[in-house]
């Protein structure tokens, strides 16, 4: 599955965007392996609600069911305008 | 309906006129521009907009749909840009067409309350000092959804 950082998350991932092998059934279990990977994810994960999520290009919520899903993006909250 | 999401400038006087030419069915044209804005004394250097590619166009698309639906409007336009850019430089226009003025004032509005939240865009300001920040998002941002 391809897995995007934007923003500080990237930065603080330290990559933009990542291939990762994963059984995970909803992005909040992805989240779970991502953090128990190594300091940096756990730090750039350590609170989710400063943190927002989309599945495939859409926007949704860590509840989310991956089944199916090819590409997973993780950012703070959107500043545009 | 148009959509354009780019890192060069765009003319606004030339956008705004070719928006607003050639109709006859739509009595208001509203528009409206973001502009780079120093926050005082020369303390901004740039700012610079991330976006999301590949998801920026849809989910502009999408906002944009659903104004033209909720309003009736004849036409819309999104111009968002992405990059660095200087205070002054304007970071993104919208405008909106409809028989009368309440609606395109209201879909203008609404455009850019869902642009500033729901469109994957990040600012990072840039300080002559050297710093560097992300902006982060204001509550009343996520609260002025609510109204809609």
Same mark, same amino acid.
């Given at each position: ?81 | ?12 006087? /030339? ?43 849809? /989910? ?34 919208? /405008? ?30 840039? /300080? ?21």
């Amino acid at each position: 599955m391809n897995v995007l950082y934007f923003a500080w998350v990237r930065e603080r991932i330290g990559l933009p965007k990542e291939t990762i092998e994963t059984n995970a059934a909803t992005v909040a279990d992805l989240v779970s392996e991502l953090r128990a990977k190594e300091e940096r994810y756990e730090m750039a994960f350590s609170d989710l609600s400063a943190l927002r999520v989309a599945v495939d290009q859409e926007l949704t919520d860590f509840d989310a069911s991956l089944d199916g899903a090819r590409e997973v993006a993780f950012f703070p909250p959107m500043t545009g305008g | 309906m148009r959509v354009v999401v780019q890192d060069q400038p765009f003319d606004f006087g /030339a956008e705004a006129e070719a928006f607003a030419s050639g109709r006859h069915d739509m009595g208001a044209v509203v528009t409206f521009t973001g502009i780079v804005r120093d926050f005082g004394g020369g303390g901004l250097d740039a700012m610079e907009i991330e976006h999301y590619p590949g998801m920026t166009q849809k /989910a502009l698309k999408k906002i944009a749909g659903e104004a033209v639906d909720r309003w009736s409007l004849g036409d819309a336009l999104v111009i968002h840009r992405f990059g660095r850019m200087e205070p002054g430089e304007k970071i993104m226009m919208v /405008a909106t067409a409809a028989p009368h003025r309440k609606d395109a004032f209201e879909a203008a509005e609404y455009l850019m309350d869902y642009l500033k939240s729901r469109a994957p865009f990040w600012k990072k300001e840039h /300080a002559a000092s050297g710093d560097t920040d992300w902006v982060a998002a204001k509550d009343e941002d996520e609260d002025a959804l609510t109204r809609w």
